[in-house]
């Protein structure tokens, strides 16, 4: 009984804060366009950014009132149960009947995420210009996103079953282990296996940009291993810019969308960010990090497999290691959000750093300053989200504060163009 309070608690808990953040967040917008903006957006144009905030929020708020009411009566209908009992109706080893608990139960939530997804894609992306992606390539995504999670997930999910059936009180320190390879392997061959499922990679070919990198990458000692451009205009109009891999196979990507939009110098700006993220080893403290997470994590989960008051409060007949991974879940969503929180800061923080590594070694504050607020128009970014919104979710700090961060630097170097 008081595991049932305390879980409802965190779905309800979870829903009100969303909506009160959100809400805080929508009545935070100014009609007044940022003096810094003036030149970038229009009237208009502003108008529509904030318009396409407001009907994202309504969204996020009609699929919660749905997906969370839903969640809460397949919990007090003994939904998880009547799985349970079906899954075990082929009297087939523990993994085997694990797989087919988990499979039903991932696959008919993501069947029920199809028409959400739907919508924000064809009807709300379409209505504010940013869509591209045509049906075919949608169900494609979908179809293979599947298939990779059904490959991914399947592995770390029987490894993870057969530890903790067969390794006794330290299994939480072997998944640990097994769990973090794995994800190391995965962050390895990302950008040459994985990522080339969905997109096109294509090296950036010869020419004055190409030569502008690799001049920028020579002067700051960096073992350029490749820069590529990446065919997101499939799927959207929306630009960016990230780095990815370690080692051998680390690599830049810039959108086909932000070629097309920058000048040389604001690419070379944009990349010399993204080189600060590796040159400032931001790459391989997130990885720590996460590491980290991942072995708290575990050690909690084995404080609850097999609990028989938390299995109560699913309504199951019996307990089992498969079926405490999916109820662990629940309780851990406070956890995970206050962990959200500390990574987010340290990530906006990282972003920060990286715009200074940027700025004070390609010494073009004013292309760094050009890029973002472009960035920011393009993908009608909200300008002025509340500070609890920014706490809560941003991995970037508001673009308005990066720039303030820039100018600040360019006060200080005042040599700089
Ligand atoms: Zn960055």
Redesign the pocket.
């Known amino acids: 009984m008081v595991f049932l309070v305390i879980i409802l608690a965190i779905l309800i808990g979870d829903y009100l804060l969303n909506l009160i953040v959100d809400i805080q967040n929508v009545r935070y917008l100014r009609t007044d366009l940022p003096e810094e903006f003036s030149g970038y957006y229009d009237r208009e144009k502003y108008r529509k950014s904030q318009e396409y905030l407001k009907e994202n929020t309504r969204f996020g708020f009609v699929t919660d009132s749905i997906t969370t009411p839903v969640t809460i009566g397949f919990i007090l209908f003994g939904g998880f149960n009547l799985i349970d009992q079906f899954a075990r109706s082929f009297h087939l080893s523990a993994i085997l009947t694990g797989l087919i608990f988990a499979g039903i139960l991932v696959f008919a939530s993501q069947i029920l995420s199809i028409p959400f997804s739907i919508y924000r894609t064809f009807v709300i992306e379409e209505k504010y210009g940013f869509n591209k992606t045509t049906p075919k390539t949608f169900v494609l995504d979908i179809v293979k996103t599947w298939v990779l999670a059904a490959v991914i997930g399947g592995i770390l999910f029987s490894g993870v079953l057969w530890f903790f059936e067969e390794t006794g009180p330290l299994a939480w320190v072997y998944c640990w282990i097994a769990v973090t390879l794995f994800q190391v392997f995965l962050i390895f061959i990302a950008p040459v296996v994985i990522m080339p499922i969905f997109n096109k990679f294509v090296p950036l070919e010869d020419g004055e940009l190409k030569s502008a990198i690799e001049g920028y990458a020579k002067g700051q000692d960096f073992k350029l291993k490749g820069v590529f451009t990446m065919d997101g205009s499939r799927r959207s109009t929306k630009s960016n810019a990230f780095f990815t891999g370690f080692g051998r196979f680390r690599r830049i990507v810039l959108f086909d969308t932000l070629i097309e939009k920058h000048t040389k110098d604001e690419l070379v700006s944009v990349l010399a960010?993204?080189m600060g993220?590796y040159k400032k080893r931001h790459v391989l403290k997130s990885i720590v990090i996460s590491i980290l997470t991942t072995g708290l994590m575990f050690f909690i989960l084995s404080i609850f497999i097999n609990n028989r008051e938390l299995f109560a409060a699913f309504r199951m007949e019996h307990t089992s290691i498969y079926a405490s991974l999916f109820f662990f879940g629940f309780l851990y969503v406070p956890i995970d959000m206050i962990l959200s929180v500390f990574g987010n800061m340290l990530s906006r923080r990282?972003?920060y750093e990286?715009d200074d590594y940027a700025v004070t070694t390609y010494r073009k504050p004013q292309s760094m300053i050009a890029a973002l607020k472009k960035l920011s128009v393009d993908n009608l970014s909200n300008l002025t989200p509340h500070p609890f919104k920014v706490i809560l979710t941003y991995s970037?700090p508001p673009v308005l504060e990066r720039i303030k961060a820039i100018r600040r630097l360019q006060r200080v170097n005042n040599d700089m163009v």
Do not use: G
């Open positions: 960010h993204e993220h990282h972003e990286a970037h």
